[in-house]
């Protein structure tokens, strides 16, 4: 049974119409990946556009802003752009790595000199530097030995590189690449062998991404300084968002953010060549070893992970747990699941509210979706929760969603992320909502 206000929730989002001027329907492609946003590849990035339009809505220049829900940092970008002090967490360290390299603008003489040196030293004859890949097991299944060996050669070029801003910024570019070089079906958002594929160059691979970062971060260094905005903050952290955050009470001025998925993305799983290849690096990648040799209790603490085992705590909406009472006698499995992610989310959106200062907004892009034929009414279950938690005056934006996803199918029978091939298929997420609370 539904309670008045829950009755009232869903019918509000029954009643939405989708709201052209939140769509962007008509942002060209360059738009979307201008500045450094295109640094490197990651799933579910939102436009940057909805980010710029609710920093301007709601807040003005030196203004607080957290994502808990970082990812590769969209809103850290944009916040620099605009003048706004950032802050995000992720559990993930490689989101963390590319997010802190996207907010790090870099002189472009000083990048450009360092480029040409790399160049010349990467078109001298390849030497194999160390065997610590080609004795890996796992980079063996994913690489074969002559890539390797390339690619060894190329990142062991890059080490040599001594201002830690520049060597971190090509090592973005050999990350982004580390798919490309890899045996990964390259549409497939699971781990999938391509039997098929032809390898590239690793070393024209990387100079081609490396001169396309160039020109972006002169963009973005050139608009931060006519602003007067390059030393404007911007912290990346690497946290677990279902814990306290590190912020105050009161402290943040407006929250924007994209959570997880349920059951669609393994973050993990998509990340681990990053994670194995620079594994064993303790100068950049510190820490990263215990995530590449524990990679299954690394990926059991990411929110909708199916991974996670049961677990105890509070759904805090009476719509989700209806959804996790009709999924249990249909796919067990899958009902734990989902009733992990929204004991994740409800813990989430309580840290959310106590950080932010009262009066300001909490903004969150959410879709919905349907796992064996029911309706997991994510938005519904987070705008019941948001004001369980003490959250007011809901505003909610029901947009069509353009060009976020990789792949925009799902199957109609699993719920998974499918291909276009598959005759199940159905759109996966043609809309979404942008839920903006006050506290
Ligand atoms: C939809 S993505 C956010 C993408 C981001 N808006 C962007 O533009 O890059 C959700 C993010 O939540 C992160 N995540 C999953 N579980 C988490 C947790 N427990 N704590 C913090 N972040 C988590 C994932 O690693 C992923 O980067």
């Not at 010349?120 to 890539?147: E, G």
């Not at 719920?415 to 598959?422: L, W």
């Amino acid at each position: 049974m539904l309670t008045l206000d829950t009755r009232k929730i869903m019918k509000t989002f029954v009643s939405l119409k989708p709201e052209a001027v939140w769509s962007f329907k008509n942002v060209a492609r360059s738009e979307t990946t201008a500045l450094t946003h295109s640094y490197h590849r990651y799933p579910a990035k939102f436009i940057p556009n909805i980010v710029e339009k609710l920093l301007n809505d709601f807040t003005k220049k030196g203004d607080l802003i957290l994502d808990p829900f970082g990812g590769c940092g969209t809103t850290l970008v944009e916040s620099k752009r605009l003048g706004r002090r950032s802050v995000c967490f992720d559990i993930n360290p490689v989101a963390k790595f590319i997010a802190e390299v996207k907010v790090t603008p870099i002189n472009p003489t000083k990048l450009n000199s360092e480029f040409e040196k790399l160049q010349s030293r990467l078109s001298k004859k390849k030497k194999v530097v160390s065997n610590y890949h080609l004795n890996n097991d796992r980079i063996l299944y994913w690489f074969d030995k002559k890539t390797i060996k390339e690619l060894d050669f190329v990142y062991s070029e890059i080490k040599k590189i001594k201002n830690k801003d520049i060597r971190k910024f090509f090592l973005c570019a050999f990350s982004h690449n580390l798919k490309n070089s890899s045996r990964w079906l390259m549409k497939s958002i699971k781990p999938t062998i391509d039997k098929d594929k032809n390898i590239p160059s690793v070393v024209k691979n990387l100079l081609k991404h490396s001169r396309s970062m160039i020109k972006k971060n002169t963009q973005f260094y050139s608009l931060l300084k006519t602003e007067g905005n390059l030393k404007t903050s911007a912290k990346v952290l690497l946290r677990d968002s279902t814990k306290k955050f590190s912020l105050k009470n009161n402290e943040v001025d407006l929250i924007i953010t994209s959570p997880p998925y349920v059951t669609s993305y393994e973050y993990a799983d998509l990340h681990q060549l990053s994670l194995l290849w620079f594994g064993n690096d303790k100068k950049d990648f510190k820490g990263w070893y215990k995530f590449s040799s524990n990679f299954t209790d690394f990926r059991k603490n990411f929110i909708g992970t199916s991974y996670k085992n049961k677990q105890k705590g509070e759904i805090g909406s009476q719509i989700g747990s209806n959804i996790t009472d009709n999924l249990y006698s249909l796919d067990k499995a899958l009902s734990k699941d989902v009733s992990n992610y929204f004991i994740d989310m409800n813990l989430a959106f309580r840290e959310m509210h106590r950080v932010l200062k009262k009066g300001k907004h909490a903004c969150i892009v959410i879709g919905n979706t349907e796992l064996r034929g029911v309706a997991i009414l994510n938005a519904e279950v987070a705008t019941e929760q948001m004001l369980k938690v003490g959250f007011k005056n809901p505003r909610i934006i029901k947009r069509e969603v353009g060009n976020k996803m990789i792949t925009p199918w799902r199957d109609t029978n699993t719920g998974k992320f499918t291909s276009m091939r598959n005759p199940n298929k159905k759109h996966a997420y043609e809309y979404e909502y942008v839920l903006i609370m006050e506290k």
